[in-house]
């Protein structure tokens, strides 16, 4: 799962410490969120995304590994690029 | 938070834990010397062994409600670490039955489960790490 939340936490000046603090998490889970080491589970990725007043799918999206367990009838979304490559 | 692994409530949480855990293993101690010299009754023995065992429940009822309140990521470790103990005390077990078929010295009871403690301790070590946070990070 590949997220911009690096991004998104520097436009708010906010550091990893802080927004640990305000998730009620460790700043070693946002970091390891952040650098991709870990995919946060359900709940947290939407404390995440409300705490940054977007939806989750602005937060996070799927990578090529997550991607492939999409259902082929579906669409798919672009994996790599970031956000909102569905509107394409 | 008082680490980058573990927010304020893990932190009390787990001394929670360490401190019953210390008391069990310093009763376990206790219990086996006094035992093993002779130097109290056996009815005593045995309300000390009963004492242990509450005490060890007690433990392990404070260590799953550490896993279960836990950060979610430290979840992970934990679970990780538990999971790899187990997995050394079933290959240790069951490999070192054949070896003692083929004449190695019997094994005792406590060996498997030193190795799964220093494999539930070295897993914790281990997980940190993988998720530990890099250089340069806040």
């Known amino acids: 799962m590949n997220n911009r939340l690096r991004v998104l936490r520097a436009e708010r000046r906010w550091s990893q410490a ?3 603090e305000r998730l009620g ?8 969120i952040e650098t991709g080491k870990y ?5 947290l990725a939407f404390a995440l995304a409300r705490t940054f007043e ?3 799918e602005d937060v996070f999206w ?10 082929s009838s579906g669409p798919v979304r672009e994996t790599d690029e970031g956000p909102g490559m569905d509107r394409l | 938070m008082t680490s980058t692994e573990f927010t304020v409530r893990d932190s009390r949480n ?14 376990f101690a206790a219990a086996t010397i006094l035992i093993d010299g002779k130097w109290i009754p056996p009815a005593a023995g045995w309300a000390l062994t009963a004492v242990t065992g509450v005490l060890l429940v007690v433990t392990i009822h404070s260590y799953m409600y550490f896993l279960r309140h836990a950060d979610e990521l ?22 070192y039955r054949l070896c003692e078929r ?12 030193l190795v799964m403690c220093l494999t539930w301790i070295g897993g914790q070590v281990i997980g940190s790490r993988r998720y530990a946070a890099g250089e340069g990070d806040e």
């Open chain 1, 18 to 20: 802080e927004l640990a």
């Open chain 1, 25 to 32: 998490v460790s700043r070693q889970t946002i970091n390891a």
């Open chain 1, 39 to 43: 995919d946060p589970s359900l709940p």
């Open chain 1, 54 to 56: 977007l939806k989750i």
């Open chain 1, 62 to 71: 799927p990578d090529a590994a997550t991607a492939a367990l999409s259902p």
């Open chain 2, 14 to 27: 787990h001394r929670t834990f360490s401190l019953w855990m210390i008391a069990t293993m310093i009763l």
């Open chain 2, 74 to 95: 430290l979840r992970k470790v934990h679970l990780e670490a538990l999971a790899l103990a187990f997995g050394a005390g079933v290959v240790v077990m069951m490999v």
């Open chain 2, 102 to 113: 083929l004449g190695a010295p019997q094994l005792d009871i406590n060996d498997p489960l």
